[in-house]
């Protein structure tokens, strides 16, 4: 047996590729979703069956006796297809099966538009999980595939939410066909408009601080007169936790949100728990979340540890302070991850010696590093260094 696998771009026949187009013609068996199946070119046999899930395609090919049989798919077939885990079902049957792309909707968008598409986000939200919000966050056109319970004014909403509400979009509507229609306008007019199934999203580049290597000076922080944690410090604090661009991370004890930032500015994709007890601490957080554009950042007021008993399980937490439960909220961060990374920072020898204490606890080989910051300081007309106590980074494995 033969068998085909076709992407049929929008589903027109006269999206098809010639190969595409001969094959269809050459099958003896063709299958696919139903929508498919109904707009298939003149010439194509009439045995076809409205089958598309890997299990039920697979039972077919194996009792229709078919000689050349063809799997057609919505879009191009290496662009967020069905016919991925077909092919590992064709695979593992021992069938042998070829290829043939189609035309995608992010080709037919950005053909619509008269642009090229090589420097978007591409994002799937059919029928996955997405978060619209830290993909929005890349400095680029986001390209969201949508579908099931998610469609463009969904995700728009949540972006509005969150405050994208002005940035600009489009959605692509039935693209590559008569009905084709594209719908512009800023994200909070497009989250009030209703589209059909078929339709598509981009997200034009909102406005995000370029990536850099962590340790923002100090002077860029709003600061008041919360203790914040300096620039030397925040470095290495981000290198001791090893943060990854989809990771959870909590920064117990945030002070003003600086090491919040710089942890939601190195993840990306995952969420910032800043949790702080102090109102003034909570303003200066907010205030710091909003200058650094930093949405994937989420205060948590209150006092821990009971403040984190509602907070997903963390991949590394940061414990700026603690308030005399440090042994507690070291316990509470490894009941919900006994793998989380940890790194807790100290200037009292008091403080050091309970962090060892907790982390040990834990089974963890602790690992101490001191950090001696100087600043400058003007007198008389000179430059003076004044040196500063020593910092403590405690950090368990």
């Known amino acids: 047996m033969n068998v085909t696998l076709i992407g049929m771009g929008s589903g027109q026949p006269e999206n098809l590729t010639l190969q595409g187009l001969a094959a269809l013609r050459q099958a003896d068996l063709i299958l696919g979703a139903r929508r498919l199946l109904a707009v298939l070119p003149a010439g194509c046999t009439e045995n076809r069956a409205a089958a598309y899930r890997p299990d039920e395609v697979a039972e077919l090919l194996q009792t229709s006796g078919a000689e050349n049989a063809v799997l057609v798919y919505s879009g191009d077939t290496g662009f967020y297809s069905g016919a991925s885990s ?44 997405c978060d619209p919000v830290a993909e929005c966050m890349q400095g ?73 290597a962590p340790g923002l000076p100090d002077e860029a922080f709003e600061r008041g007169d919360v203790p914040m944690t300096k620039q030397e410090v925040r470095a290495a604090v981000l290198a001791k936790l090893a943060v990854r661009p989809e990771d959870i991370l909590w920064d117990v004890g ?40 930093t949405r994937n950042l989420v205060l948590v007021e209150g006092l821990a540890p009971a403040a984190l008993s509602d907070l997903p399980a963390p991949d590394a937490v940061f414990i700026g302070g603690s308030k005399g439960s440090l042994a507690a909220i070291v ?27 907790a982390l040990t606890a834990k089974g963890r080989t602790v690992q101490v590093s001191q950090i001696a910051v100087s600043r400058a300081k003007a007198v008389g007309g000179l430059h003076l260094m004044m040196a500063q106590n020593p910092i403590y980074l405690i950090t368990g494995e």
């Open 254 to 293: 945030a002070g003003t949100g600086s090491v919040s930032v710089e942890l939601a500015l190195a993840a990306p994709r995952g969420r910032v728990y800043a949790v702080e007890c102090r109102p003034e601490g909570c303003a200066l957080i907010k205030a710091n979340r909003e200058k650094f554009r």
């Open 140 to 212: 680029r056109p986001t390209f969201f595939l949508t579908g099931g319970s998610e469609d463009p004014a969904t995700l728009c909403a949540q972006l509005a939410a969150e405050g994208f509400g002005d940035v600009q979009g489009v959605v692509g509507q039935c693209l590559g066909t008569p009905e084709e229609k594209l719908f512009r306008g800023s994200v909070k007019e497009l989250a009030a408009g209703r589209f059909n199934s078929l339709s598509v999203l981009l997200v034009e580049a909102a406005e995000v601080l370029p990536r850099r």
């Open 86 to 129: 077909m092919m590992e079902k064709l695979e593992a049957l021992g069938v042998r099966a070829r290829v043939l792309p189609g035309l995608s909707s992010i080709q037919l968008l950005a053909a619509a538009l008269g642009r090229p598409w090589q420097g978007w986000n591409l994002v799937s939200a059919h029928g996955r999980t």
């Open 331 to 357: 316990d509470a961060a490894l009941d919900k991850n006994p793998d989380a990374r940890i790194c807790v920072s100290a200037i009292a020898l008091e403080t050091l010696s309970a962090a060892v204490a």
